[in-house]
């Protein structure tokens, strides 16, 4: 029993380090599954609209997009809202806990952190059961909450619950996932890149098991949970299954946790030599800090994009008469109903696309928090030389997330379209949206520089951005709300004289945040 010694103190500790992450998580989650919902009471409004969905979703593109359809014969409020927002929720959850297990895992040991914690009296696994006792207790937390909120607005209890357990089961299925992989990994990137690299292979998987193969949905999670069918037949069976799976996956942590050396993962990976030159070149260092995170997302947003431009070939039909579409779409949109749904996919786009360059952004800050920025700094390289090349970066980056979000959605779009959008209209939409990215990267910067507590308030602007930009109209807000965020200022290419002085206002207002960020950055003490 010694060996979980502790735990009770560690489980409190872990409550405390993930106050703000657990209630934010919660609460946006349930934010959007209730705002989800809503929309779809009021989305398919005549048997019209709702007879032209169910033909859209037998498409196979929408099929590997979303799962299989299920219910059709009675595709009610509640089953369009599981079948079509399900599996991205379970997405999101999957992420939450991959990130929350990866930070209490392997980036505490690589940190230093938990050596300092069993340096006190403490079991040698009481770190790992009290982490899990978290994850237990926060994706029951998420199941509950998701599930009476859906109950809240009159959705049908029993299904509620199943789509809520649906969430519970993927996040402690993917943290089962992340603590195995602590165990033989050695830094923390590489925990959260394999986890990550299982999720998008799930998903994957199955896609191609719904449009090909059945019985491969059945190996992926997203696939296995999909088969419950939510809403309508609420079947148990998949989430005894991968529960039982996570438990397995657990046992295995704990023996490996209790036998191998802390600090070091059961794969040891060879130091490779690098050279010189691309270490006393900071813009080189940091592009190679980085380089895994953006090729794994750059790859990401490729698939997403390619995802959308499967559809694209069925859009107009799809739009055509669906009045709360419509009122997503600009108001004096020229060009096709297909082109006015592309300019508003790309800022949706354009929001996931920048999510890569503030993690670099604020990777700048962790190395200080491990007090590796000292080290870097005592080699004679300025402050301001850093943090302006970690900005860099950040910058190519959303270049490179857009445009390979672009060469995704032209490059299946052609082979579905009767009239292919040219692949310069794609790109004019998602420059549009270039300087409202770099804006936010700036903001990023800017907390960093002045009050780094507060750098996560970012993701608060970001997540408000998405929702007066992609449901604003939907849901009625005033148009000043969308002025408040970057991405109310779009671009069209090429420039007119209407557009010249937004143009120069956010050059202005992307300059204004990096100089004080870079300044406040300059003079303040490091953490």
């Known amino acids: ?50 007879e032209a969905l169910k033909q859209i979703i037998l ?33 999101a959850v999957a992420i939450m806990n991959i990130l929350l297990v990866a930070r209490h895992t392997r980036a505490d040991e690589q940190s230093g952190r938990l050596e300092h914690i ?17 994850v237990i207790i926060i994706n029951l937390f998420v199941t509950v909450s998701n599930a009476l909120s859906l109950m809240a607005i009159g ?67 997203f ?22 799976i996570a438990v ?37 260092f940091v592009l190679r800090l980085q380089l895994s995170l953006i090729i794994a997302w750059a790859i990401g947003l490729y698939v997403l994009g390619a995802s959308y431009g499967s559809m694209l070939g069925d859009m107009e039909t799809f739009l055509e008469g669906l009045s709360m579409i419509e009122k997503m779409l600009p108001d004096d949109g020229d060009g096709t109903l297909t082109e006015q749904f592309l300019g508003m996919l790309m800022s949706v786009m354009a929001l996931i696309g920048v999510v890569p360059s503030i993690i670099i952004v604020q990777r700048l800050y962790a ?31 959303s270049i490179v997330m857009l445009v390979m979000t672009v060469i995704g959605l032209y490059s299946v779009s052609i082979f579905v379209m009767d ?42 602007y970001i997540v408000y951005s998405f929702v007066v930009i992609y449901l604003g109209d939907l849901l009625e807000l005033p148009n000043w709300l969308k002025k408040l965020t970057s991405y109310g200022y779009t671009i069209s290419f090429p420039l007119d004289s209407s557009d010249w002085l937004t143009f120069l206002g956010l050059i202005i207002v992307t300059c204004a945040f990096i100089v004080l960020g870079i300044k406040a950055y300059q003079s303040r003490d490091l953490e």
Do not use: C
């Open 59 to 91: 498409n196979p593109a929408i099929t590997a997009m979303v799962g299989q359809p299920y219910g059709i014969n009675h595709y009610a409020t509640d089953t369009m809202m599981a079948h079509q927002m399900l599996l991205f929720t379970m997405i």
């Open 155 to 221: 959705l049908e209890g029993v299904g509620s619950f199943s789509y809520g357990l649906a969430l519970g089961t993927t996040g402690v299925f993917f943290a089962s996932i992340t603590a195995l992989f602590a165990q033989f990994t050695s830094t923390s990137q590489a925990t959260t890149g394999l986890s990550l690299f299982v999720l998008i292979g799930s998903y994957m998987l199955r896609a191609i098991g719904d449009m090909e193969a059945e019985i491969l949905s059945k190996f992926s999670p």
């Open 367 to 397: 190395e200080e928090d491990k007090n590796q920025m000292e080290i870097l700094l005592t080699t004679g390289t300025s402050r301001i030389k850093v943090m302006s090349h970690y900005l860099l970066v950040a910058f190519i980056t």
């Open 419 to 460: 009239e292919a959008i040219p692949f310069q209209i794609y790109l004019e939409y998602s420059l549009g949206y270039l300087l409202a990215i770099w804006v936010t990267i700036s903001l990023a910067t800017f907390l960093i520089g002045i009050a780094p507590e507060w750098r996560n308030v970012i993701w608060i």
């Open 1 to 50: 029993m010694k060996s979980f010694t502790g735990t009770i103190r560690l489980f409190l500790f872990t409550l405390r380090r993930e106050r703000v992450h657990g209630i934010v998580w919660l609460l946006s989650l349930m934010f959007t599954t209730v705002s989800v919902a809503l929309t779809f009471e009021h989305l398919y409004d005549t048997e019209t609209e709702i």
């Open 248 to 284: 397995l996956l657990l046992v295995i942590v704990f023996f490996l946790q209790a036998n191998r050396e802390i600090g070091e993962g059961l794969i040891q990976v060879r130091s490779r030599k690098v050279r010189q030159k691309s270490l006393s070149n900071t813009f080189q």
């Open 223 to 244: 696939g296995l949970l999909l088969m419950s069918e939510v809403y309508v037949n609420n079947y148990l069976s998949p989430f005894f299954i991968l529960l039982g």
């Open 118 to 134: 069993i340096a006190l009296p403490v079991g040698r696994i009481a770190g790992t059961l009290a982490l899990t006792l978290y």
